[in-house]
């Protein structure tokens, strides 16, 4: 029985939440979500039916993980009470309702977790069970890994050898000469392929999955129920267990009650009724009774390879459409959350525009001459000129302008006798804010300082990006101060203060290298254009 198997086992710590407590639905909810389910089950196209160790307790086999379950005991170093063996127990209204089912065409896939052979007693077919933990009466070949039903349970778990030959031919009419192994997956062991691709895609296909008698706590099995709700728009999940279960978040219908009564209520509904189980067409008394088809030696209960790549083909398909939807609905999140940034960035712009609308911000400056002090002033407030105090406000504002100097097609050619200087030369920087005139900032400009009698003039020039303060006289706005003192004749005139950000386009020699300058002869090119990006301070008029 089930504690046999348990003891055949690899040891094993991680067994799950065991002996959780029994919840059991009163009759009024039932009825209600059985009445569901039965109406769910006659609209669906496609249902799946997931089954564990919960359908086999009324057959007299322990479960796992129940308050009385094998895995539950064996932690109290206590053994479940033995009522049946595995040759005396039948299929219960749960499998052979099932069966029917699957007979009739509405259940198109059982998936199973149990190694006790109930489904294969209860008259399954082999095409529309997967059994992804094995079975305890069929054997299999380690050659040609063909699988025949056992007489009997097999006498070792972990798909080890039982004795026996392979009773198969190979295509040539010999035997296979394999030996046979039991088909009972031990901890960890891989599942049978065939088995694992039929289950993934019929759960991929499936419009209503129905767990019956399993915690859905070992994987992959634990998962595929979920499938449905993964692939499938419509998708439905129906849980049936006593037990709370890993996937119970994701049911849409979960029924607290023992499953024969659940199936009961659900046949009628349905207008059919559960056959009872009938030991003349059950394989392993066939098996016993040697008993085979015409012309065979065995029952095979080989998984159809063929049908189950043909299957993959679908599954296939559907998950390549589901990837597909995923890539789409990203693709859309992505441009909605650009959009919604789209709208912050748009909302700052226009509070910007609009505060820039009001007006343009005064900017005040303090400027220190002597005792002489100059007060900031508001927008609001003319600067106003008196004895004691000279008071500039100036606006700023951001320009982006080209400015075009003007053009000097004819230059005279004159002889350069200037001192030999460097080839970089800058112009010297005037930063007085006391009556001068003009204040520059620029680089690469030749010049000629000492010479007054001689000229100059540039050649073809190469372009540079500069940035340059220009303060310029701005003598019609202001009047000089008539009032000046006797240790201080220069004037205070405004000016105005611009950002330039330019390419310049700067003399280059035309003729000449550094060493012979002094005697070279330099001709005026016609003046370029210059982008100006800049801000402008410019002075209010006095009241």
């Known amino acids: 029985m089930s504690c046999s198997y348990a003891e055949g086992l690899s040891e094993y710590h991680d067994k799950g939440k065991l002996g959780l407590p029994e919840k059991f639905d009163s009759s009024s909810d039932i009825e209600t979500k059985v009445n569901l389910l039965a109406d769910w089950m006659a609209k669906a196209k496609h249902i ?7 359908i086999s307790t009324s057959a007299g086999i322990p479960d796992f993980r129940g308050p ?4 539950t005991l064996e932690k109290k170093g206590e053994k479940p009470e033995m009522n049946v063996s595995w040759d005396d127990a039948q299929p219960t209204k749960t499998h052979m309702a099932l069966a029917k089912l699957v007979e009739v065409g509405k259940v198109k896939f059982i998936v199973t977790q149990n190694i006790d052979g109930l489904h294969l007693r209860s008259g399954v077919p082999r095409t529309s069970i997967a059994e992804l933990h094995g079975n305890m009466f069929v054997d299999q070949c380690d050659k040609c890994h063909k699988m ?3 007489d009997s349970p097999a006498p070792t778990v972990g798909q080890k050898y039982v004795g026996g030959d392979c009773p198969a031919t190979r295509h040539n009419g010999r035997n296979c000469r394999g030996k046979l192994k039991d088909f009972v997956l031990d901890w960890e062991a891989e599942l049978p392929d065939s088995d694992l691709t039929l289950s993934d895609t019929h759960s991929m296909m499936a419009d209503l999955s129905i767990v019956m008698g399993s915690t859905l706590q070992i994987i992959p099995a634990g998962n595929l129920p979920t499938y449905t709700k993964k692939y499938q728009e419509d998708g439905k999940l129906v849980i049936c267990n006593l037990q709370p279960t890993k996937q119970d978040k994701k049911a849409d219908l979960s029924i607290h009650t023992y499953v024969d009564d659940v199936m009961e209520m659900v046949m009628k509904k349905l207008g059919l009724e559960i056959p009872e189980y009938d030991g003349s067409l059950d394989p392993v008394r066939l098996t016993r009774m040697r008993t085979f088809p015409k012309g065979e030696l065995f029952i095979d209960w080989t998984q159809d390879e063929e049908n189950a790549k043909d299957v993959k083909k679908i599954g296939d398909l559907i998950h390549d459409e589901y990837l597909k939807k995923r890539r789409e609905e990203k693709k859309r999140k ?4 650009i959009l919604d940034r789209g709208d912050i960035k748009t909302s700052k712009m226009q509070k910007k525009v ?15 001459n002597g005792t002489e002090d100059v007060q900031m002033c508001e927008s609001e407030n003319l600067p106003v000129k008196s004895d004691d105090q000279f008071k500039i406000g100036r606006s700023c504002k951001k320009t982006d302008a080209y400015d075009y100097d003007c053009e000097d097609d004819d230059f005279d050619l004159v002889k350069n006798n200037t001192k030999e200087k460097d080839e970089d030369s800058q112009e010297k920087n005037v930063n007085q804010f006391e009556g001068k005139t003009e204040c520059k900032e620029s680089e690469n400009i030749v010049e000629n300082s000492e010479n007054n009698g001689d000229h100059h003039a540039n050649s073809s020039r190469s372009c540079k990006k500069t940035d340059v303060y220009e303060f310029e006289e701005k003598s019609d706005v202001y009047e000089h101060r008539k009032d000046k003192d006797d240790n201080n004749d220069e004037d205070h005139g405004a000016r105005n203060c611009k950002k330039t950000d330019a390419y310049q386009f700067e003399s280059d020699l035309e003729f000449g290298s550094k060493k012979n300058r002094s005697e070279t002869i330099y001709t005026s090119s016609s003046r370029n254009c210059k982008k100006t990006d800049s801000y402008e301070f410019e002075d209010d008029e006095f009241s």
């Not at 009385?68 to 895995?71: A, I, L, P, R, T």
């Open 148 to 150: 025949f039903v056992r």
């Open 334 to 337: 992505n441009s909605m959350d």
């Open 68 to 71: 009385k379950g094998v895995w």
């Open 354 to 368: 609009e505060d820039l609308s009001e007006g343009v911000k005064e900017e005040a400056f303090k400027f220190e």
């Open 48 to 54: 799946i039916v997931h089954t564990g160790a919960g």
